[in-house]
């Protein structure tokens, strides 16, 4: 009897186990290596952040259909689950069904993906040939499993982008390591001693940012002392604050109008443009410095929250034959659809298989990953790839080109390049932006002195600001139309 290789997944997180779902109702055997020590451990280090988009666009339909089979119900489709929420009310209960309990590995990391006698660069046999991942255990253990088809949803959340504006870590950020968190921390929880009463930069313009900005400001309720700042790259507050009651997720819309109110309270104190090129040592405090349009400034805080993206470790994959977007490090015909520079979250055209193919055949990049650099991916077009790529590693090609996405429209990008040129291809309303804009709105200490930053972007009543209207190839990938930069 011919021996049927499995397929590997890589990564147990919701995409990652989706393909698993679709993968066994296509008569698949799907081997799952997750290196974390449980079932979506990247979930978990975010899990106390509420999600904006509700439970209907949070599931996969191949994993409800074999949870309901052993009497699972569905959460409420309009409740807004937590990370935590996600975990533990729909991805643990698929993780034990009996007959997906065996198919997972945890504390199995994949740290290189090869063919069997076959490096990359034999062409002779290569597509014949099975995939062959080295595993390392937790344990130190090592070993080499052969599959005959290899799906990647490892996604990107170890891999932080730095904080330095070159995209390369700024002077002596990984000497400070110790005042710098990656991500989104637990600031109402188990990390509120760390920010409590202390000055606190948060860096980048996207949700994550955001978020850690409003439970600081809920933070500063009770801890007055508690101080904030928001540096950014770009000036473009139109796009941060996003499309407020236009955007089709109310609660993604809420978090622009929230955020708005603090930076307009001065509660958060906004510096923008601000391109971090220095962080060092200072007497009780770290020294920021970073470029401003008038040279350069320098902001003492005790805190600093990178939430400056994230981007994929490709090193794994030296092995194999990867076509990617220069910029994006996406597939080369992903990029042009979902480039942030053009895109918000809700406005990437359906893509699958075709999308996310590879040179190397029957390997595919799939879930956050897939987008490389672009922060814009949501969890429903994930799900969606893995549909497609399944059904076209099993040879129904029909059903694989048939990519449905119904996404919902933002007015908020996640992206740094806001004002920057970026576009955000969302809804055509944008919350009104005051008058003009004042990026910083308090007295902030520069080079230890007290001094008023007040740097201002002159912004038109359409939103557009010298930015935007500098020329017309800025102008049309703002959204700005002649009219409203004459």
Same mark, same amino acid.
């Given at each position: 009897?011919?021996?049927?290789?499995?397929?590997?997944?890589?990564?147990?997180?919701?995409?990652?186990?989706?393909?698993?779902?679709?993968?066994?109702?296509?008569?698949?055997?799907?081997?799952?290596?997750?290196?974390?020590?449980?079932?979506?451990?990247?979930?978990?280090?975010?899990?106390?952040?509420?999600?904006?988009?509700?439970?209907?666009?949070?599931?996969?339909?191949?994993?409800?259909?074999?949870?309901?089979?052993?009497?699972?119900?569905?959460?409420?489709?309009?409740?807004?689950?937590?990370?935590?929420?996600?975990?533990?009310?729909?991805?643990?209960?698929?993780?034990?069904?009996?007959?997906?309990?065996?198919?997972?590995?945890?504390?199995?990391?994949?740290?290189?993906?090869?063919?069997?006698?076959?490096?990359?660069?034999?062409?002779?046999?290569?597509?014949?040939?099975?995939?062959?991942?080295?595993?390392?255990?937790?344990?130190?253990?090592?070993?080499?499993?052969?599959?005959?088809?290899?799906?990647?949803?490892?996604?990107?959340?170890?891999?932080?982008?730095?904080?330095?504006?070159?995209?390369?870590?700024?002077?002596?950020e990984k000497r400070q390591s110790q005042h710098i968190v990656y991500?989104?921390?637990?600031?109402?929880?188990?990390?509120?001693?760390?920010?409590?009463?202390?000055?606190?930069?948060?860096?980048?313009?996207?949700?994550?940012?955001?978020?850690?900005?409003?439970?600081?400001?809920?933070?500063?309720?009770?801890?007055?002392?508690?101080?904030?700042?928001?540096?950014?790259?770009?000036?473009?507050?139109?796009?941060?604050?996003?499309?407020?009651?236009?955007?089709?997720?109310?609660?993604?819309?809420?978090?622009g109008t929230r955020i708005q109110a603090h930076v307009d309270a001065?509660?958060?104190?906004?510096?923008?443009?601000?391109?971090?090129?220095?962080?060092?040592?200072?007497?009780?405090?770290?020294?920021?410095?970073?470029?401003?349009?008038?040279?350069?400034?320098?902001?003492?805080?005790?805190?600093?929250?990178?939430?400056?993206?994230?981007?994929?470790?490709?090193?794994?994959?030296?092995?194999?034959?990867?076509?990617?977007d220069p910029s994006l490090e996406s597939t080369r015909q992903l990029?042009?659809?979902?480039?942030?520079?053009?895109?918000?979250?809700?406005?990437?055209?359906?893509?699958?298989?075709?999308?996310?193919?590879?040179?190397?055949?029957?390997?595919?990049?799939?879930?956050?990953?897939?987008?490389?650099?672009?922060?814009?991916?949501?969890?429903?077009?994930?799900?969606?790839?893995?549909?497609?790529?399944?059904?076209?590693?099993?040879?129904?090609?029909?059903?694989?080109?048939?990519?449905?996405?119904?996404?919902?429209?933002?007015?908020?990008?996640?992206?740094?390049?806001?004002?920057?040129?970026?576009?955000?291809?969302?809804?055509?309303?944008?919350?009104?932006?005051?008058?003009?804009?004042?990026?910083?709105?308090?007295?902030?200490?520069?080079?230890?002195?007290?001094?008023?930053? =007040?740097?201002? #972007?002159?912004?038109?009543? *359409? %939103? @557009?600001?010298? $930015? +935007? /209207? =500098?020329?017309? #190839?800025?102008?049309?990938? *703002? %959204? @700005?139309?002649? $009219? +409203? /930069?004459?």
């Open positions: 009897m011919e021996n049927i290789l499995p397929v590997a997944i890589i990564g147990a997180g919701p995409v990652g186990l989706a393909a698993t779902a679709h993968l066994m109702e296509r008569g698949e055997t799907p081997v799952v290596f997750e290196a974390g020590e449980s079932i979506g451990a990247n979930v978990r280090q975010w899990g106390h952040v509420r999600m904006f988009s509700p439970w209907e666009f949070m599931v996969d339909g191949a994993m409800v259909r074999l949870l309901e089979a052993h009497g699972w119900q569905m959460p409420p489709k309009d409740g807004l689950p937590t990370g935590n929420d996600l975990v533990d009310r729909f991805m643990l209960p698929f993780s034990n069904l009996p007959e997906v309990l065996n198919t997972i590995h945890l504390n199995a990391r994949v740290v290189a993906v090869s063919r069997r006698n076959v490096d990359k660069m034999k062409d002779a046999g290569r597509d014949a040939a099975p995939f062959v991942l080295h595993i390392v255990y937790g344990n130190s253990d090592e070993a080499l499993i052969e599959a005959r088809a290899v799906i990647d949803a490892s996604g990107t959340w170890h891999q932080p982008n730095p904080l330095g504006s070159t995209g390369l870590p700024a002077v002596g991500g989104i921390p637990d600031v109402p929880g188990k990390d509120r001693s760390r920010y409590a009463d202390k000055r606190v930069m948060v860096v980048g313009s996207g949700h994550s940012a955001i978020n850690a900005l409003l439970e600081l400001a809920e933070l500063k309720r009770d801890q007055p002392q508690t101080v904030i700042y928001w540096t950014m790259r770009g000036t473009n507050l139109t796009r941060v604050f996003g499309g407020g009651e236009d955007d089709a997720l109310p609660a993604r819309g809420r978090l001065g509660i958060i104190q906004m510096v923008s443009p601000f391109r971090i090129r220095e962080i060092a040592a200072g007497v009780d405090c770290v020294n920021v410095i970073g470029e401003v349009p008038d040279g350069l400034e320098t902001l003492q805080v005790d805190e600093i929250i990178a939430s400056t993206g994230a981007r994929p470790d490709l090193n794994m994959l030296r092995e194999l034959r990867l076509e990617l990029g042009p659809m979902i480039d942030p520079n053009i895109h918000s979250c809700g406005t990437v055209r359906p893509h699958g298989e075709a999308e996310l193919r590879h040179p190397e055949k029957d390997f595919y990049i799939v879930g956050m990953k897939s987008y490389g650099r672009a922060p814009t991916f949501l969890l429903a077009t994930g799900y969606e790839q893995v549909r497609s790529v399944v059904a076209a590693l099993v040879g129904d090609f029909e059903a694989a080109r048939e990519v449905h996405l119904n996404l919902p429209e933002t007015g908020v990008c996640s992206t740094d390049l806001a004002g920057e040129g970026a576009a955000c291809c969302g809804t055509s309303s944008t919350v009104p932006i005051s008058q003009p804009v004042l990026l910083s709105l308090a007295s902030i200490p520069v080079n230890g002195v007290l001094q008023p930053v =007040g740097l201002q #972007v002159a912004a038109r009543d *359409c %939103g @557009c600001d010298d $930015d +935007c /209207c =500098g020329d017309g #190839v800025r102008s049309t990938t *703002c %959204g @700005c139309g002649g $009219d +409203c /930069c004459s």
